[in-house]
T-cell receptor
Framework: DAKTTQPNSMESNEEEPVHLPCNHSTISGTDYIHWYRQLPSQGPEYVIHGLTSNVNNRMASLAIAEDRKSSTLILHRATLRDAAVYYCILAADTGRRALTFGSGTRLQVQP | KAGVTQTPRYLIKTRGQQVTLSCSPISGHRSVSWYQQTPGQGLQFLFEYFSETQRNKGNFPGRFSGRQFSNSRSEMNVSTLELGDSALYLC?????????????FGPGTRLTVL
């Protein structure tokens, strides 16, 4: 499986934008980029995914580099509830569904 | 629509015992996956079931097994428990098995092996 690299931790202030980076230099053409997050004492939850183009949904935006070797999850206005571990995951439609979680980025949001 | 439910939420067992964990997927979802989360190894894939058939298996010993029933509910079993099996066991359900079928996770079962 292609590997992702994320910073161990990041800090943000409430109501400010947050940019969470992810490097995936060995990404293949069929790999989708998924982001999940895990709030304290909960299971992971889906945030967003993309393939080549930038994507927006009600939770976040995903900016994908033109060469696809990196991506950035953007939270437009961080809230205290966004404090979580964010996982960047590559997954291809190969029939093997397992999500390979790395160590993720622990985001702290200060009031 | 109700989310993924897992029972029990907390469990304490002793070494050598066996344990069965249960997962009820979101209504209409036919795929159920199991993951183990530990502080040292993070989140690791155990296995996936779809329509009562195991489709994929992670790199875990044979003491870890699972099954899925016709109503898509799933159970996982761990026999001959070891201290290292202490972990949060997470179940995730999805409509299908495609890479774009979002996986919805339950709150997990916290297993402590003494």
């Amino acid at each position: 499986d292609a590997k992702t690299t994320q910073p161990n931790s990041m800090e943000s202030n409430e109501e400010e934008p947050v940019h969470l980076p992810c490097n995936h230099s060995t990404i293949s053409g069929t790999d989708y980029i998924h982001w999940y997050r895990q709030l304290p004492s909960q299971g992971p939850e889906y945030v967003i995914h993309g393939l080549t183009s930038n994507v927006n949904n009600r939770m976040a935006s995903l900016a994908i580099a033109e060469d696809r070797k990196s991506s950035t999850l953007i939270l437009h206005r961080a809230t205290l509830r966004d404090a979580a571990v964010y996982y960047c995951i590559l997954a291809a439609d190969t029939g093997r569904r397992a999500l390979t979680f790395g160590s993720g980025t622990r985001l702290q949001v200060q009031p | 629509k109700a989310g993924v439910t897992q029972t029990p939420r907390y469990l304490i067992k002793t070494r050598g015992q066996q344990v069965t964990l249960s997962c009820s997927p979101i209504s209409g979802h036919r795929s159920v996956s199991w993951y183990q989360q530990t502080p040292g190894q993070g989140l690791q894939f155990l296995f996936e079931y779809f329509s009562e058939t195991q489709r994929n298996k992670g790199n875990f010993p044979g003491r870890f097994s699972g099954r899925q029933f016709s109503n898509s509910r799933s159970e996982m079993n761990v026999s001959t428990l070891e201290l290292g099996d202490s972990a949060l066991y997470l179940c995730a359900s999805s409509l299908g098995t495609g890479v774009l079928d979002t996986q919805y996770f339950g709150p997990g079962t916290r297993l402590t092996v003494l």
